[in-house]
């Protein structure tokens, strides 16, 4: 596939030498040019795919040859499918991470757990969302142990026969799936490992549609219960909660407002993407990242379905298969500024890569966000190094670097490596801040940094932004030609010499 292969990348560093004549200034500018094709394996953006939950279920491992965890991985890596995404998302019932009370399937189950160790392998992040709904599901979502202990149910028709939806407001399922979600956060509140929960989970699917409550006057508890719940366990990844107009009254002021949490919305490139859900998204940016999301119309795991009722429904499209809905879908993440965006299952991550790999390639250049540094200048002057530096956003989305959980722990860094690739110096700005930078809308700043520990040499400028949470190792890949990365991932900019007749005595 050569829309994510590096061999191809123009990388220009032109350099200039300006006014050094002076005996004690000396400037060096440095322009950048940037890689926009290849794949940025950064946190909270890119492509995405997805486990359903079925490679989990027993009812799809027990009815369809294809559908388990070994087959996932064979046919994502067929098509490529980790070589450009970042994420995978598990999307599952309760009862497939805790099927008995205290035993989890991070522990237990070898099909959960040969699902996160594939990612892992992978270099993907994980996300996930976990839901209660048995409504269209095979098997029953919330643990049966959870209605023994009393908690009240409504008797649904899931595709298996009966099964048993919870009422949301009802105090024992309340205190069991905390008591189930303190392990969960223990195992996977850890940003190496995982970039984002769903902080909600309630309804069909977990999107908030047909809360089902035992007095409608408990709606706002149970809003407030269930963010309050993830807010508390999950304090290092970021939280989201699906944007839906039905319910934004609660979660506006109970989840983005008070827990800040990142917007996510399904349904892009379809009719139930609404005016109102729009406007809400375009309401929280750029203060939120979104995790976006596009329509599922596939009503069948293993196949293409041509007469799916839902494009009866749709007035605004015009659908006549799931495969014409991608476009639409990009379009809709791309102009509402998604971070993400589902290459999904492997029926659809082979339809996109195979059939629409200039569309792959357009979220990977424009998607997320992108950054560079365009342009550099430095200036020595006696003990002092002052450095202008511009940055630049080829994305449409952001760094959420000021979400409470991030606590801005990604940070500008510059530093000096002598001949031997030694770091010798380094500075972390105090001035640039990553998440305020906006496509069209550089980052520009000067700062001075103090020379007088640096002995006289000529050493390797460079840069990076790095996680100041982790001993200040470079975090997000900048999009530049990756030859230019030493090894330590700092990006080379030019080299620089420090004269100590430049330096005041």
Known sequence: MKFFHLSYLIFIV???LVGCQTGTTQKKTFTITPDTTSVLKNPAMGWTMYSEGWELYPYFQNNFDRINVDSFWEEMDAVGAPDVSNILYIRAIWTAFEPEEGKYAWESDPNFIKLVEG?????LKLAFRIFHDSRDMVQQATPEYVFEAGASFK??????????????????????????????AKKFDNPDLVDFID??????????HGV???????YHQVVD???????????????????????YKYT??????????LPRRDGLGSFWFSKQDQEILNSLFPQNAFIGEACYWLTSPTGDTLKNR??????????????????????????FHSNTMDLRVPLECKYWIEELPDLVQKFITHGGYRFYPSQLSVTQNGNTLTIAHQWNNLGVGILPNKHPNWNQKYQVAFALFNEAGSLKKKWISKKAEPSDWLKDIPGKYSETFNLSDVPENTYQLAVAIVDTSSDDQPGIQLAVDQKRLNDKGWVQIGMLPINQKNKKE
């Open 14 to 16: 032109s350099c200039c």
């Open 119 to 123: 990612a892992q392998k992978r270099k």
């Open 155 to 184: 008797k649904v028709i899931g595709k298996t026969g009966e099964l048993k939806t919870p009422y949301y407001d009802d105090p024992v399922f309340q205190e069991k799936f905390d008591r189930f979600l303190t392990a969960f």
């Open 199 to 208: 902080a909600y989970g309630l309804g069909r699917w977990g999107e908030g």
């Open 212 to 218: 089902l409550l035992k007095n409608k006057e408990n």
């Open 225 to 247: 219960w269930i963010t309050t719940s993830y807010a508390e366990r999950f304090q290092k990844i970021l939280p989201v909660l699906n944007v839906s107009f039905a319910d």
């Open 252 to 261: 506006n002021p109970l989840a983005f407002d008070r827990y800040q949490f």
């Open 310 to 335: 839902s494009f009866e429904q749709d007035k605004q499209y015009h659908f006549k298969s799931f495969k014409s809905t991608f476009p639409a879908a990009l379009n809709d993440a791309l102009n």
